[in-house]
């Protein structure tokens, strides 16, 4: 198969979908794989080092030309001109959020999987999981920095000092971001609020913790209540598929100290802060709304990409293997991770989250394999 790695161009998004390790195995495996020229710089890899592995170096619409093309973050409108009938994409989409990007699949007659989609048989996402580490412990990291005057904070140091309190932080969401930003939450000396829908889980951190965190059970009532004290509160729930549900109310958000911080690691499906449904870049980070600071970049790992770029591929690169070696009907048959994570295809919605979110027709897989 020919495969093609495009160029991220979302605002600072400086990783690329595979360093020259997996393209290496690609090549060694019969494929030919096309790298967009600088590609792989925002990672701290060279053209040459693609070129030393058998990579051809080339130009964009030749990347888009390819069987196969791989990307980190959803396609630019920009790049909407190269969809067309028979082509493959694989990436994340995070479509619940983005009724544009969705029409023009489907209009295209494109077929899209999404990373975040792709679910193995006990619910896990293995493609969303290593950028949800990532995040959630970029979270802390970032509410910590923001919490800082010189960044218009309230002045609170998360770990306190002897005599003085430490810093309150408020994560909505129990699973791997939110656990990710609880460990590095806690690790900074932080009190740790995690709230979640689901007991068990609830049950699960509190033995992980060793009842270091406190844990609630999450509704409305114990939400407001944790929110009034909250230096940093963090939104880490996800809904596959689905666009994130808003949680938090304008009038929770006004409730909180003023100069406290909010990071919807959310936002990309949406956000679950009725006050945080504008999207933020790397270059304009931050927002203030009821006097409250609010974070909401939608590529957050893209700012570490040496390190989630290799995160990344060593996630996906099994996949990808498997989609450049077998007719992709046929795969779909039998692994029933990827079958998960088509988004279109053909040009047919078949994930009906986003149908129902966007309220656009829905075709059942099964019917078209």
Known sequence: MKIGIAKEIKNHENRVALPPSGVLELINAGHTVIVETGAGLGSGIADEEYQKVGAILTTVAEVWNCEMVLKVKE???????????????????????????????????????????VQLTDGSLPLLSPMSEIAGRMAAQIGAQYLQRTFGGKGILLAGVPGVRQGNVVIIGGGVSGYNAARLALGLGAHVTILDINLNRLKELDDL?????????????????????????????????????????????????????????????????????????????????????????????????????????????????????????????????????????????TMQAVAEDLNLPYTELSTLI
């Open 75 to 117: 396609p630019h409108p920009s790049e909407y001109q190269y969809f067309r009938n028979g082509l493959l994409l694989f990436t994340y989409l995070h479509l619940a959020a983005n009724k544009e990007l969705t029409e023009e699949l489907m209009k295209r007659g494109v077929t899209a999987i999404a990373y975040e989609n």
């Open 209 to 349: 913790f060793s009842g270091q965190v406190q844990t609630l059970l999450s509704n409305e009532l114990n939400i407001r209540t944790s929110l009034q004290d909250a230096d940093l509160v963090i939104g880490a729930v996800l809904l596959p598929g689905h666009k994130a549900p808003t949680l938090i109310t304008k009038d929770m958000v006004a409730a909180m100290p003023k100069e406290s911080v909010i990071v919807d690691i959310a936002i990309d499906q949406g956000g679950i802060f009725a006050t945080g449904n504008k999207v933020t870049t790397h270059e304009d980070p931050t927002y203030v709304h009821s006097g409250v600071i609010h974070y909401a970049v939608a590529n957050m790992p893209g700012a570490v990409p040496q390190t989630s770029t290799y995160a990344l591929s060593n996630a996906t690169l099994p996949y990808v293997r498997l989609l450049a070696s077998t007719n992709l009907a046929d795969l779909l048959q039998y692994n029933n991770a990827l079958y998960h994570g088509v988004n279109t295809y053909q040009g047919h919605l």
